[in-house]
């Protein structure tokens, strides 16, 4: 079990990635699917228990989302993830019947402080928006999201009297040099004309490919006869996450954008603009607007993540007997027979994991 801020990591992650490598021109959808199945088969409540209540239509948001990132990105979900996700919304609902006030304004402020991170790695808030649109979710269902599993973390943190101190997160920041090595970064512009249909992704038509590339060249020429490359990028590129925006792009590292992309914004100096890029997306022009020479990153800056990052450890260790704890406490029930079901027989293969990790241990270790 997995006690962090899961459903949304999934979502923002998801979004990030996809935004980032110019995957999203073909996650689309025409309708929210699960809007879609409560018109016809309503809204069942799937988990009661004392003090709330979880709809399918809660459960199936998440999953729907998630599924369009991973489809996005070429990925498949593991089978048991929607009763994983369904797991991670109970935990969550059990801690907030717990959480004190205190607990929900440090939630809410992790919450601010992560929501405004995230809409940084977009163009602009309306990119961010259409790419929150496209898993069919707003704003505020995201926001809402990640500030229930923060007060819900900091209700567990609470519980379980989880602290990390300076000299903990100073110690790990010296073991780990690899871990805070910032790679080079790269900052671009780039018009895309694309070759494949963006809703099935099959290849366009023979002449239909070679007239793109007929254009794109115009395109180039024009760039480097002194026409603005932001200016034709708004006019002319059919990458709609960057297109309002000139082309504009986040910064980004190796392994982020598909290989032939990658090998030419790496090798182009700031303010150079690239030869004709092919890619399975299509034709692409690249402005490389400044390079971030790579660098190890302070520790006043990592100190906050390597603070989380050694509180979860120890919420790994200690959660799981809690919560389910706490789960029994509050009569959690659920009621769809398969969910229910498949819930168990996650939970039958976590406890045996568990007790095959601790008959593995060599005598005398706590760890």
Not at 35 to 42: E, Q, V
Not at 300 to 316: C, F, M, Q
Request: net charge negative; aromatic share 6%; no cysteine.
């Amino acid at each position: 079990m997995k006690i962090t801020s899961f459903v949304s990591a999934v979502l923002m992650a998801g979004l990030v990635s996809s935004q980032a490598a110019t995957q999203n021109l073909a996650a689309t959808t025409n309708a929210n699917p699960e809007t879609a199945m409560s018109a016809l088969f309503g809204d069942p409540v799937v988990v009661k228990a004392d003090g709330f209540q979880i709809k399918r239509s809660e459960l199936d948001q998440v999953v729907t989302g998630a599924r369009a990132n991973a489809a996005a990105a070429g990925q498949q979900l593991p089978s048991d993830f929607t009763v994983s996700v369904l797991d991670q919304l109970i935990t969550i609902q059990s801690l907030l019947q717990t959480a004190t006030p205190a607990d929900r304004v440090a939630g809410t402020q992790e919450a601010d402080v992560l929501f405004t991170n995230l809409v940084k790695k977009f163009p602009s808030p309306e990119a961010f928006d259409r790419q929150l649109k496209a898993v069919g979710m707003t704003v505020a269902d995201l926001r809402a999201k990640a500030v229930q599993e923060a007060v819900a973390k900091a209700a567990l943190k609470r519980e379980l009297n989880i602290n990390t101190s300076d000299e903990d997160a100073k110690a790990y920041y010296n073991q780990h040099p690899a871990d805070f090595e910032q790679p080079e970064l790269v900052h671009a512009r780039h018009i895309l004309l694309m070759t494949i249909d963006p809703e099935t992704r099959q290849p366009l038509s023979t002449n239909t490919v070679a007239s793109k590339r007929q254009q794109i060249q115009d395109l180039r020429k024009r760039i480097l006869a002194g026409e603005d490359f932001a200016t034709l990028a708004k006019e002319y590129s059919e990458d709609r996450g960057s297109k309002e925006n000139g082309g504009e792009l986040p910064e980004f590292s190796r392994g982020q954008m598909v290989p032939e992309f990658e090998a030419a914004a790496f090798t182009l100096s700031s303010n150079q603009v690239s030869e004709v890029v092919t890619t399975v997306f299509g034709f692409h022009l690249i402005k490389v607007l400044d390079k971030t020479p790579a660098k190890r990153i302070d520790f006043a800056t990592a100190e906050p993540e390597i603070k989380d990052g050694l509180a979860r450890l120890k919420i790994s260790k200690l959660a799981p007997d809690y919560v389910k704890k706490l789960r029994a406490g509050q009569h959690v029930e659920i009621t769809d027979t398969n969910l229910k079901a498949l819930d168990e027989q996650m939970q039958a293969t976590q406890a045996a994991e568990a007790a095959a990790a601790a008959a593995a241990k060599p005598a005398g270790t706590n760890n």
